[in-house]
Structures are given as C-alpha cells and as structure tokens.
C-alpha cells in the first residue's frame, strides 16, 4: 500500500461537488429548519405510511444528525431526534423521504430490491476490495488483482444503484406532503432545496467510486503494460 498524489487527481472531482453538497445541505437544512410547518417529522411520516397503508411500518427516535433511516429488515423507519420531534419544513421533508423508501419497499420498487440485495457484496467490496487488489498487484498476481477489481466494482454498482432509488424517494416525498395537506404548494420549495442538496451527495458519493475504480483499472493496466515489456 502506498500513497499516490494521483490518486486525488482522478478522484478531485468528486471531492469538489461533495465538499459543494455538505455546504448546500447544512445550508439548506438551516434555512428550512427555521420555517414551521404544521406537523413535527413523526406526525407527518406516520400520516403518510398510514395513508399508504403501511400502519405496519413502526417510527423510531434515534440519536445523531442527520442519521435518519429506513430499515428494510426490521421494517422501521428511524429519525433523528431533531426530525423526529421537529415541526420545520426540514423535519417533515427528511420524514417523508424516509417514509418514500418504505413504500418503495412495499411495492418493491426494483431499484430498491437489486440495492438490497448488492449491499452485502458492497459492503464486503468496500472492506476487503483494495486490500486484495494492492496485495495482488504488489506480488504481480494478476488473478488476485482484479478479484480485488471486481469487490470494488460491486462499492461503484452499488452507488449507481443507489441514485435512482434515492431520487424516486424524493420525487415520491414531494408528492405525498402536497397530497396529504402536510405542506402546501408555495412550500414546497424549501422542501425541496433539502432534498436536491442531498441528492447532490450521493451523486458526489457515485462520482467517487466510480473514479476509484477507474483509477485502480489505471493502475491495473499500467502494470500490465510494464510486465509485457519484459
């Protein structure tokens, strides 16, 4: 393993839009969070699951910012304490993207079940990926470096994956809090400016593994081109 300057190179684009989204998030969420809306974020994910008729589908407080979640397995959807009691625009707009995701697993939506199903690969391609290519590419095993390509290509197809299901939890969150009288339409634009901020953050986190796993292609074929020349 070894420290690579261009390694940032291939990759500066992404940290740019990333560093770009955070600030448009923490911005956007600030704004939003000082406008009041008729129900906290619970209140108004409950009313939208139920209306969906998920009354299935529990609501959980948890602690952290900005650590909400919908869990697919235990079938609970969990906000962060300042969303959970929160009567903001912010509030109910990060509660209904959340509660988007549990009706998207209710109606299995397919971007959402080739997801779960790429997470466990994903997950073990982010851990194991790069070790296994560098220890391939170091002791010129070539088999042992793209098995470590191929881990890694499952972290990039995973975020791919992920961006439509992202943007249609969003599209879905928008809808349902005009549908439902939670918000109303000269609202929803502060709604709005916090989800597509966030939505610029996983585009960035796509862009990213993307570029990583070109960079490691890079850096693959760069040794095959050396070792042909001997």
């Known amino acids: 393993m070894y420290f690579d300057p261009w ?11 990333a560093f770009i ?10 704004r939003a969070s000082q406008i009041r ?3 906290s974020g619970m209140a ?13 589908v529990d609501i959980e407080q948890i602690p ?13 959807l969990r906000l962060s304490e300042d969303n959970y009691h929160g009567s903001s625009m912010a509030a109910v707009g ?17 971007p959402l079940v080739i997801r779960n199903i790429a997470v ?12 296994v290519f560098f220890v391939g590419l170091g002791f010129g095993l070539q088999s042992v470096a793209v098995v470590g390509l ?8 995973f975020q791919i994956v992920n961006l439509p299901v992202e943007f249609d939890a969003s599209a879905r969150a928008k809808r349902l809090l005009v549908q439902e009288g939670i918000i109303d339409e000269r609202e929803l634009p502060e709604v709005k400016k916090v989800l597509n901020a966030a939505a610029l953050t996983y585009v960035a986190a796509t862009l990213q593994s993307v570029l990583t796993l070109l960079y490691y292609v890079s850096l693959f074929m760069g040794s095959q081109r050396r070792e042909s020349r001997y």
């Open 7 to 17: 390694y940032f190179v291939y990759i500066a684009p992404a940290l740019i839009l």
């Open 120 to 131: 466990p690969m994903a997950n073990f391609g982010s851990s194991l990926g790069m070790l």
């Open 44 to 56: 108004a994910a409950r009313r939208i699951l139920d209306s969906a008729g998920l009354e299935n």
């Open 94 to 110: 990060i509660a209904a993207h959340e509660a988007g995701h549990a009706i998207q697993d209710a109606v299995r939506y397919a």
């Open 64 to 76: 952290g910012k900005l650590t909400d979640h919908y869990d697919p397995r235990a079938k609970v």
């Open 37 to 39: 809306a008729k129900l």
């Open 150 to 157: 191929v881990l890694f290509a499952f972290v990039a197809f």
């Open 21 to 30: 989204a955070q600030g448009m998030v923490h911005s956007a969420y600030a």
